[in-house]
């Protein structure tokens, strides 16, 4: 990777911890540019006409060029490496385990995270309120597939760490956060102690 690489980022962002972590892991340079998404910072017209049209963080800029979407820039930075199986099917599991990340974990369990501790439940819109417990249930569900899998091997795919261990520890290791009990998942909770293990591993901020 000759270009350099900067993220756009608010570093309290699960999503954006994704990256940041594979970076890490790889010991790629990664320089980061900070935005409060609090603040509304990425809706500015300056961002959306240079940075994300969609108005969202992480976008990793490669050189001049932008690539939104966590788990795509994740791809971006590990094609090659041992954090994509080479066995074709493996690889596809590894996808198949990002796409589950983005499809029925994040957008309960990340969302919870950011209602309760970000914004406060007392702050909540009616709507907002009215999703809170089916966002539970849906996210206690990803849970506890994430645990049955678990429950018989170390990582998500093969024998070592990939991208959908990368991309599923980011907002699991802070699901208490949103109110989620980890403890009647041991096999997530044996997993988030081994995550930590892997050479190079930055802790989220």
């Given at each position: 990777?000759?270009?350099?690489?900067?993220l756009?980022?608010?570093?309290?962002?699960?999503?954006?911890?994704?990256?940041?972590?594979t970076?890490?892991?790889?010991?790629?340079?990664?320089?980061?540019?900070?935005?409060?998404i609090?603040?509304?910072?990425t809706?500015?017209?300056?961002?959306?006409?240079?940075?994300?049209?969609?108005g969202?963080i992480?976008v990793?800029?490669?050189?001049?060029?932008?690539l939104p979407?966590?788990?795509?820039a994740?791809?971006?930075?590990?094609e090659?490496s041992?954090?994509?199986?080479d066995?074709?099917?493996?690889?596809?599991?590894?996808?198949?385990?990002?796409?589950?990340?983005?499809?029925?974990?994040?957008?309960n369990?990340?969302?919870?995270?950011?209602w309760?501790?970000?914004?406060?439940?007392?702050n909540?819109?009616?709507?907002?309120?009215?999703?809170?417990?089916?966002?539970?249930?849906?996210?206690?569900e990803?849970?506890?597939?994430?645990?049955?899998?678990?429950?018989?091997?170390?990582?998500?795919?093969?024998?070592a760490?990939?991208?959908?261990?990368i991309?599923l520890?980011?907002?699991?290791?802070v699901?208490?956060?949103?109110?989620?009990?980890l403890?009647?998942?041991?096999?997530i909770k044996?997993?988030?102690?081994?995550?930590?293990?892997?050479p190079?591993f930055v802790?989220?901020?």
């Amino acid at each position: 990777m000759g270009e350099k690489l900067l993220l756009h980022e608010d570093p309290r962002s699960g999503n954006c911890y994704k990256i940041k972590l594979t970076a890490a892991l790889l010991s790629v340079p990664l320089d980061t540019r900070r935005y409060d998404i609090m603040k509304g910072e990425t809706r500015t017209p300056e961002f959306l006409a240079g940075i994300n049209a969609h108005g969202r963080i992480p976008v990793l800029q490669v050189g001049e060029r932008m690539l939104p979407e966590s788990n795509a820039a994740c791809w971006y930075l590990a094609e090659g490496s041992a954090l994509i199986p080479d066995e074709p099917f493996d690889r596809a599991q590894m996808l198949r385990w990002m796409f589950f990340e983005q499809y029925s974990h994040e957008p309960n369990i990340a969302t919870l995270r950011f209602w309760c501790r970000f914004i406060g439940e007392s702050n909540l819109s009616q709507p907002q309120k009215a999703q809170m417990m089916p966002k539970r249930i849906a996210g206690q569900e990803a849970l506890a597939t994430m645990d049955r899998h678990l429950q018989e091997r170390e990582w998500f795919v093969g024998s070592a760490a990939s991208l959908a261990d990368i991309a599923l520890y980011a907002y699991t290791h802070v699901a208490n956060e949103g109110g989620f009990d980890l403890a009647p998942y041991p096999a997530i909770k044996s997993w988030l102690e081994r995550v930590p293990s892997l050479p190079g591993f930055v802790e989220m901020a």
